[in-house]
């Protein structure tokens, strides 16, 4: 059996995978991300492919990052969290365990793991897959293959701007849908809320000690499961960003299926049903015109180890 290893590599740990054809993880391993620290994580990255490479031989490795890979998928140009610029992560790895290696985006390793294996395994030509976190990151697959652009940065969903002159995001740019309709922009709603409107938001501020900006999202998915008015508006208001801009993606490219993925997922139905609800909405004037179904995302926290390793396969 070929076997690979995928590497995820986050913000707070660097998780690593040996993981079979059929996308069964067999061994894991992990260090924590000293995220400051480039030359310190590339330590750890070697000391997880390192432990598993003691437990099998495999035939490559992949790795999944946060942030700009060049069209070569050998560099990581930027990583926001992670203080890499122009990092040649690809050479590296593969000079030290003479194995071949790929380096991908994070979202798309993911969008490739539910492609493969996950909520959009059984369409065979095209997904779409939003991560909804902190920021929102996408993976785009056509035609079987991940779209990665000319220049290697295809597929950003979360930085295509919704509002002219909207809210500054993180990017450089103003009113990006990251800024509408992330984990982030969760939080930012349930505060005002709480603000503006106490009660409406008992649950919450009981939550948060009350006080507003004490609020989380954990807090806010925690509310909103108790029947939080405050809350679930605060869905309602991210799922109505989210649903338009998929409806927006069906336009362009009329893919079988949207997955919606990401830690603020964990909500389930708070999320999924508003979002839902506005893209069958957005789209309703295409009448019986079949669209592509939302599902929610089901390869966890292991979409970046498996989506890496399947990669590296290819
Ligand atoms: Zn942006």
Same mark, same amino acid.
């Given at each position: 059996?070929?076997? /690979?290893?995928?590497?995820?590599?986050?913000?707070? %740990?660097?998780?690593?995978? +040996?993981?079979?054809?059929?996308? =069964?993880?067999?061994?894991?391993?992990?260090?924590? /991300?000293? &995220?400051?620290?480039?030359?310190?994580?590339?330590? =750890? +990255?070697?000391?997880?492919?390192?432990?598993? *490479?003691?437990?099998? /031989?495999?035939?490559?490795?992949?790795?999944?990052?946060?942030?700009? +890979?060049?069209?070569?998928?050998?560099?990581?140009?930027?990583?926001?969290?992670?203080?890499?610029?122009?990092?040649?992560?690809?050479?590296? +790895?593969?000079?030290?365990?003479?194995?071949? !290696?790929?380096?991908?985006?994070?979202?798309?390793?993911? @969008?490739?793991?539910?492609?493969?294996?996950?909520?959009?395994?059984?369409?065979?030509?095209?997904?779409?897959?939003?991560?909804?976190?902190?920021?929102?990151?996408?993976?785009?697959?056509?035609? $079987?293959?991940?779209?990665?652009?000319?220049?290697?940065?295809?597929?950003? *969903?979360?930085?295509?701007?919704?509002?002219?002159?909207?809210?500054?995001?993180?990017?450089?740019?103003? $009113?990006? *849908?990251?800024?509408?309709?992330?984990?982030?922009?969760? #939080?930012?709603?349930?505060?005002?809320?709480?603000?503006?409107?106490?009660?409406?938001?008992?649950?919450?501020?009981?939550?948060? %000690?009350?006080?507003?900006?004490?609020?989380?999202?954990?807090?806010?998915?925690?509310?909103?499961?108790?029947?939080?008015?405050?809350?679930?508006? &605060?869905?309602?208001?991210? $799922?109505?960003?989210?649903?338009?801009?998929?409806?927006? #993606?069906?336009?362009?490219?009329?893919?079988?299926?949207? #997955?919606?993925?990401?830690?603020?997922?964990?909500?389930?139905?708070?999320?999924?049903?508003?979002?839902?609800?506005?893209?069958?909405?957005? *789209?309703? !004037?295409?009448?019986?015109?079949?669209?592509?179904?939302?599902?929610?995302?089901?390869?966890?926290?292991?979409?970046?180890? #498996? $989506? @890496?390793?399947?990669?590296?396969?290819?």
């Amino acid at each position: 059996m070929s076997l /690979t290893i995928g590497v995820d590599i986050g913000g707070t %740990k660097v998780l690593g995978g +040996i993981v079979g054809p059929d996308g =069964m993880v067999l061994a894991q391993a992990r260090r924590p /991300t000293p &995220a400051h620290d480039p030359a310190g994580t590339l330590v =750890m +990255i070697c000391d997880v492919i390192s432990e598993l *490479l003691a437990i099998h /031989t495999v035939d490559a490795i992949g790795i999944g990052a946060a942030g700009w +890979i060049d069209a070569a998928r050998s560099k990581i140009m930027f990583a926001p969290n992670l203080a890499w610029r122009d990092e040649p992560l690809r050479d590296h +790895i593969a000079g030290r365990f003479n194995l071949p !290696v790929v380096v991908e985006n994070d979202a798309n390793v993911a @969008a490739w793991a539910e492609f493969r294996f996950g909520a959009a395994r059984e369409a065979s030509d095209s997904m779409v897959l939003y991560t909804v976190g902190t920021g929102i990151g996408s993976g785009i697959v056509l035609g $079987g293959e991940l779209v990665r652009g000319a220049f290697g940065v295809a597929a950003e *969903l979360g930085h295509v701007r919704v509002v002219p002159d909207g809210q500054l995001c993180g990017c450089g740019r103003r $009113g990006c *849908l990251e800024q509408y309709a992330s984990g982030s922009a969760l #939080v930012r709603y349930a505060r005002a809320t709480a603000k503006e409107a106490p009660d409406k938001a008992e649950r919450l501020l009981a939550l948060a %000690k009350g006080l507003p900006q004490a609020i989380t999202g954990p807090m806010v998915t925690a509310a909103g499961k108790q029947g939080d008015p405050a809350a679930i508006a &605060a869905f309602e208001q991210i $799922g109505y960003w989210l649903g338009n801009s998929m409806a927006d #993606v069906v336009q362009v490219l009329d893919p079988q299926l949207i #997955v919606i993925g990401g830690g603020v997922i964990e909500a389930g139905d708070l999320l999924l049903a508003p979002a839902e609800a506005s893209y069958r909405d957005a *789209l309703e !004037v295409r009448g019986r015109l079949p669209v592509a179904d939302v599902r929610a995302a089901q390869m966890g926290n292991l979409a970046g180890v #498996v $989506g @890496a390793a399947d990669l590296a396969r290819r």
